[in-house]
């Protein structure tokens, strides 16, 4: 079965740079989430978007930004890099039809800053 | 291969009836397993974090267990609300550096009145 498709997988960059994390849902998801998670820590949920639309917000710094595609993929980006960001990006997708609330996540994206 | 299984995939329960959620991993070594509850397009909410040593942990209608010989957890829900119908996600993470978590597929509750 498809499953949800982060790329890329690792990236490195360097302070102040600026990254683009890209998710692809399941097919027929039209719901997808972002969640970042530092090393030793919890998931942190970062934002979500239902039908292209942002449908809830967390911890999302200024620096970052999201949206959802006509063919909902999503793209998280992020600019002025600093150090802090390294972390495991994760996104997850969801179908809203009815009585379907499932998470599937992806293998997640390694942001390391240096 | 770390993985995290949760059975079953969608559960349907008439409001004030119990539940069990099943978690079963192989995420090694392990560090703690985690419960969230998440509302369509919503964020997750963390019911409880379980570490090695700690077999049983409330928090309010939520029970959770965790057997670590077995690598199994089950989540216990008493007396079902309507508001408890969301997917329910096991999260297991490894003692490494990174602290690389594993995510379950979730459970679909679905609470009916």
């Known amino acids: 079965a498809a499953g949800v498709i982060q790329s890329p997988r690792h990236l490195i960059k360097e302070k102040r740079e600026t990254a683009t994390l890209k998710c692809y849902p399941i097919?027929?998801?039209?719901?997808v989430y972002w969640y970042q998670q530092g090393p030793g820590q919890d998931p942190q949920f970062l934002i979500s978007?239902?039908?292209?639309?942002?449908?809830d917000k967390g911890s999302i710094p200024d620096r970052f930004s999201a949206q959802q595609f006509s063919d909902y993929h999503s793209e998280l980006n992020m600019s002025s890099l600093e150090l802090g960001d390294s972390a495991l990006y994760f996104c997850?997708?969801?179908?809203?039809?009815?009585?379907?609330?499932?998470?599937?996540f992806g293998p997640g994206t390694r942001l390391t800053v240096l | 291969k770390n993985q995290v299984e949760q059975s079953p995939q969608s559960l349907i329960i008439l409001e004030g009836k119990n539940c069990t959620l099943q978690c079963n991993y192989t995420v090694s070594p392990f560090s703690n397993l985690r419960w969230y509850k998440q509302d369509t397009g919503r964020g997750p909410v963390s019911l409880t974090i379980?570490?090695?040593?700690?077999n049983t942990k409330s928090n309010g209608r939520y029970t959770a267990t965790l057997d670590a010989d077995t690598k199994q957890s089950s989540l216990h829900i008493t007396a079902s609300q309507l508001s408890d119908s969301a997917s329910y996600i096991c999260v297991v993470s490894a003692r490494t550096n990174a602290g690389k978590s594993t995510f379950g597929d979730g459970t679909t509750l679905t609470v009916k009145p």
């Open positions: 978007f239902y039908e292209k639309m942002q449908s």
């Open positions: 097919p027929r998801h039209d719901t």
């Open positions: 997850a997708s969801s179908s809203t039809v009815a009585g379907e609330w499932t998470q599937y």
């Open positions: 379980m570490t090695f040593s700690e």
